[in-house]
T-cell receptor, first 113, second 112 residues
Framework: GAVVSQHPSRVICKSGTSVKIECRSL??????MFWYRQFPKKSLMLMAT?????????EQGVEKDKFLINHASLTLSTLTVTSAHPEDSSFYIC?????????FGPGTRLTVL | DAKTTQPPSMDCAEGRAANLPCNHS???????VYWYRQIHSQGPQYIIH???NNETNEMASLIITEDRKSSTLILPHATLRDTAVYYC?????????????FGAGTTVTVRA
């Protein structure tokens, strides 16, 4: 199946700093990508839809100024967590749609100290 | 998208078939049943999907009742590597909106 990668796989940062997470579709193009967040022992929560060439669409309750999304090309979407705080510590997962299913990245574990 | 109900957890023995139930009594005629799984600390993985007919692939079989109000995912010969959270999701076929809504899923533990 198609492959979606994420970088970094794990990041630790200090409170107040910004962290950028990359999501790449390696062998296919994706005009749309999705960003999810998952807290320990919880299910995935959709944060936003990343649209190539236009603004991202955010789910209700997700601060667009805090979670900046840029879909710069047909194979790359980035999520920047600005001014990160400990409550932003979570597992961030991206996905890209295929013909019948979603292909998910391996996830990025963010820890904010 | 229709809501689904799954048991929170289940155990099964290695080498035996694992049958995972899902209720989706409010499913609409144009909604498909999708199954994904998430192994610990990894991204979810697509397993199978279907509309009305039973489906089988190299990973699993999907049995959908005639009234489509429930379905069962069957892992024919469970292995320890099948230990994961399994999500049953009902949604319309791929369209401009590919969003997936994940419920709590079923935590499946395969025991040796």
């Amino acid at each position: 199946g198609a492959v979606v990668s994420q970088h970094p796989s794990r990041v630790i940062c200090k409170s107040g700093t910004s962290v950028k997470i990359e999501c790449r579709s390696l062998d296919f193009q994706a005009t749309t990508m999705f960003w999810y967040r998952q807290f320990p022992k919880k299910s995935l929560m959709l944060m936003a839809t990343s649209n190539e060439g236009s603004k991202a669409t955010y789910e209700q309750g997700v601060e667009k100024d805090k979670f900046l999304i840029n879909h710069a090309s047909l194979t790359l979407s980035t999520l920047t967590v600005t001014s990160a705080h400990p409550e932003d510590s979570s597992f961030y997962i991206c996905s890209a749609p295929g013909r019948n299913e979603q292909f998910f990245g391996p996830g990025t574990r963010l820890t904010v100290l | 998208d229709a809501k689904t109900t799954q048991p929170p957890s289940m155990d099964c023995a290695e080498g035996r078939a694992a049958n995972l139930p899902c209720n989706h009594s409010t499913i609409s005629g144009n909604e498909y049943v999708y199954w994904y799984r998430q192994i610990h600390s990894q991204g979810p993985q697509y397993i199978i999907h279907g509309l009305k007919n039973n489906e089988t692939n190299e990973m699993a079989s999907l049995i959908i009742t005639e009234d489509r109000k429930s379905s069962t995912l069957i892992l024919p010969h469970a292995t320890l590597r099948d230990t994961a959270v399994y999500y049953c999701i009902v949604r319309v076929a791929p369209s401009n909106d590919y969003k997936l809504s994940f419920g709590a899923g079923t935590t499946v533990t395969v025991r040796a």
